[in-house]
Each structure stands twice: as structure tokens, then as C-alpha cells.
């Protein structure tokens, strides 16, 4: 079965700091690969996504992401991180193909705190 | 665009108590999902709905809990009885039909289910 590692459950920064996230998955195949976030009292809402061709995707509000095919590693980046940034953080894994065709399975989330 | 609607949004019961959880998704989506996310984790895939057809249904316990998708658009989740472990926020999401727009889910803002 598949699975999916964050790294971090929890990382607090300053304004203004750079933010790596860490995301492993446990599959072969063919996989998309997502980053959801979660703002306080808000619903879950897609960050970023990545289906194929250039392995380094843009998604909103300054978020960036890398698939590393070779290290089963999808790590989201932001370079200067602000106080609304402060979310819980998912990172996901589509599996686009075998017997659990259609299934999206997440990790256990990171919690991140920004400081003004 | 309307979003996923879900009701209620919050429910406290008793074990041994039996509650029910609804879902209308975005218009037009084909496909739905019940997601169980327990307090410091991911969202764990329940059951998944293709119009009214179950896909995937290999995490639900069933017997327990159980859900339908009459006439292929809302749905609702059932859990009888209840136990004190399923206590978490039940999330509804949905998505295109299959193909690669099928890969986004769009969730709602769940029902958070407290069992004393």
C-alpha cells in the first residue's frame, strides 16, 4: 500500500525566513502529487499540483514544489514566508494507475506557524 | 461556483449512539468521497462514489459504518453505532469525472463528530 511522509509535524519561522517542507511517498508507479493547505477555520484547498513534464511547479500565493522521481520526494518551497502563511500543511499522492486506481492518499499534515 | 456542501458542520453523541452526515458536491461532479481525518493526521479515505456506484469502499468499517449516493449527487455517511475512536472531522470531497481532471478534489468543510 501506498504512504506518504512530511517530515515535520510541526515548524514555526519568522516573517520573511524561507520554508522547505519535506514529502515522501512509498510508490512506483505512476503518481500525481499534490500539496494542500489548510488555513484556521477554513476548508482544505489546493496549493499546487503535479501531473507531469517540468518537475519543478508553481502554485499559488508564491509556493513552488519539486518531484524528485529518484528520491519519491515531492518538498514544498517558499522563499520568504509571511504571517498568513500560517496553515497546516498536506502533502498528497494520486495513484494513477493498478488496483487503487483514483485513491489520494495524504500524509500526516505539518502544522506551520509564522511570526510577525 | 458553489462549493461542496456538508451538514452539519459540528455533532457531539454518545457512544453506542448512531449519527448521520450529508454531502451535496459541486455540480456536475461525478465523483465523491468520504474522508475520516482523526486529530493530528491526514485524511483517510472511507468510501469513494463514481455517480452511484461504489469504486472504493476497502477502508470503511462496515459494520458500522455505511453510506449511499441515491441518484448519483448527495450523499450521506453513517456511523452505528458509535465508538469513542470515531471521534474526528469527516470531510466530503469531490471531483470531475475520470481523466485527468479527476486527479482535483474539492473539499468541503467537514463535519466535526465529538463521541463521549
Known amino acids: 500500500a501506498q504512504s506518504v511522509s512530511q517530515h515535520n509535524h510541526h515548524v514555526i519561522l519568522s516573517e520573511a525566513a524561507s520554508l522547505e517542507l519535506g514529502c515522501n511517498y512509498s510508490?512506483?508507479?505512476?503518481?500525481?502529487l499534490f500539496w494542500y493547505v489548510q488555513y484556521p477555520g477554513q476548508h482544505l484547498q489546493l496549493l499546487l499540483k503535479?501531473?507531469?513534464?517540468?518537475?519543478l511547479v508553481k502554485g499559488i500565493k508564491g509556493f513552488e514544489a519539486e518531484f524528485i522521481k529518484s528520491k519519491f520526494s515531492f518538498n514544498l518551497r517558499k522563499p520568504s514566508v509571511q504571517w498568513s502563511d500560517t496553515a497546516e500543511y498536506f502533502c498528497?499522492?494520486?495513484?494513477?494507475?493498478?488496483?487503487?486506481?483514483?485513491?489520494?492518499?495524504f500524509g500526516q499534515g505539518t502544522i506551520l506557524t509564522v511570526h510577525p | 461556483e458553489a462549493g461542496v456542501a456538508q451538514s452539519p458542520r459540528y455533532k457531539i453523541i454518545e457512544k453506542r449512539q448512531s449519527v448521520a452526515f450529508w454531502c451535496n458536491p459541486i455540480?456536475?461532479?461525478?465523483?465523491l468521497y468520504w474522508y475520516q481525518q482523526i486529530l493530528g493526521q491526514g485524511p483517510k479515505l472511507l468510501i469513494q462514489?463514481?455517480?452511484?456506484?461504489?469504486?472504493?469502499d476497502s477502508q470503511l468499517p462496515k459494520d458500522r459504518f455505511s453510506a449511499e449516493r441515491l441518484k448519483g449527487v448527495d450523499s450521506t455517511l453513517k456511523i452505528q453505532p458509535a465508538k469513542l475512536e470515531d471521534s474526528a472531522v469527516y470531510l466530503c470531497?469531490?471531483?470531475?469525472?475520470?481523466?485527468?481532471?479527476?486527479?482535483?478534489?474539492?473539499f468541503g468543510p467537514g463535519t466535526r463528530l465529538t463521541v463521549t
Open positions: 455540480s456536475g461532479h461525478a465523483t
Open positions: 498528497a499522492v494520486f495513484n494513477a494507475g493498478g488496483t487503487s486506481y483514483g485513491k489520494l492518499t
Open positions: 470531497a469531490s471531483s470531475l469525472t475520470r481523466g485527468t481532471s479527476s486527479y482535483e478534489q474539492y
Open positions: 503535479y501531473f507531469s513534464g517540468d518537475p
Open positions: 510508490y512506483g508507479g505512476t503518481v500525481n
Open positions: 462514489f463514481q455517480n452511484n456506484g461504489v469504486v472504493d
